[in-house]
């Protein structure tokens, strides 16, 4: 037994060695303290800004429907016998409440997971009323960490969605696609703190608490963007 222990031991730190290279190579870094020659150039505070909150969630909305005719679209495409069946009267309105707190969920896990895997600690979850969260207080992640973790529920979800599809019976993928579809308008908020970040180029780390997102850029020419080396 304790050789298999040993085994296993040596092969786990292999990984999380591996792992440990690919992300320093990818610049996918984070830190607890934040590195000499940065300040702070913007924030995106959900605590304070209850305005923006409000437009996010009723923009969830529209981004709903459009989505959900997109995905509603590829699904035929996937699937031609689709448009013959009618599958969505057998699921009952409890069922969809139930999968919309299960995809809420499995969002929240999902960019946690990531979190977890450059930080090496596990973040910290929450829920707010209006939204849920999961957060990193006490790390600073870097510009390509952050936007991995930041879109990583939205392009793996869908496209774990879209591949179910394929194989699914017809009567599981309305649930498919109403999931795929609550998971991509549950993603406003990651589009709109990422497509802030993809804007502002300098912005080389982010400090995410789960309620405010916090950017920093380079302030002096001595101190190195650490996403490119």
């Known amino acids: 037994m304790t050789g298999h222990r040993r085994l296993r031991w040596?092969?786990?730190?292999?990984?999380?060695?591996?792992?440990?290279?690919?992300r320093a190579s990818a610049g996918l870094g984070?830190?607890?303290?934040?590195?000499?020659?940065?300040?702070?150039?913007g924030q995106f505070n959900l605590l304070q800004d209850r305005r923006l909150l409000v437009w996010l969630n009723f923009g969830a909305i529209p981004v709903?429907?459009?989505?959900?005719?997109?995905?509603?679209y590829c699904a035929?495409?996937?699937?031609?016998?689709?448009?013959?069946?009618?599958?969505?009267?057998a699921t009952s309105f409890l069922q969809w409440v139930v999968l919309f707190f299960l995809i809420l969920i499995?969002?929240?896990?999902v960019h946690g997971f990531f979190?977890?895997?450059?930080?090496?600690?596990?973040?910290?979850f929450g829920f707010r009323g209006l939204y849920a969260y999961v957060g990193a207080p006490d790390w600073y992640f870097t510009r390509g960490a952050y936007l991995?973790?930041?879109?990583?529920?939205?392009?793996?979800?869908?496209?774990?969605?879209?591949a179910a599809i394929k194989f699914a019976t017809l009567t599981l993928i309305p649930a498919v696609l109403v999931a795929i579809t609550i998971n991509a308008a549950g993603a406003v908020s990651d589009l709109?703190?990422?497509?802030?970040?993809?804007?502002?180029?300098?912005?080389?780390?982010?400090?995410?608490?789960?309620?405010?997102?916090?950017?920093f850029s380079l302030q002096e020419e001595s101190a190195p963007n650490p996403d490119n080396g």
């Open 76 to 89: 035929n495409l996937l699937r031609p016998e689709l448009a013959e069946a009618a599958p969505f009267a």
């Open 106 to 109: 499995l969002h929240e896990l």
């Open 64 to 72: 709903f429907l459009v989505v959900g005719w997109a995905f509603w």
């Open 30 to 41: 984070a830190t607890q303290q934040l590195p000499a020659g940065f300040a702070e150039t």
């Open 10 to 22: 040596r092969s786990s730190g292999a990984f999380y060695g591996w792992m440990s290279k690919i």
């Open 148 to 162: 991995l973790i930041n879109f990583a529920p939205l392009v793996i979800l869908t496209l774990a969605g879209l």
């Open 192 to 215: 709109y703190v990422g497509g802030w970040v993809l804007r502002r180029r300098e912005v080389a780390w982010i400090h995410d608490t789960g309620d405010v997102f916090t950017m």
């Open 115 to 124: 979190m977890a895997l450059i930080t090496g600690v596990n973040p910290k």
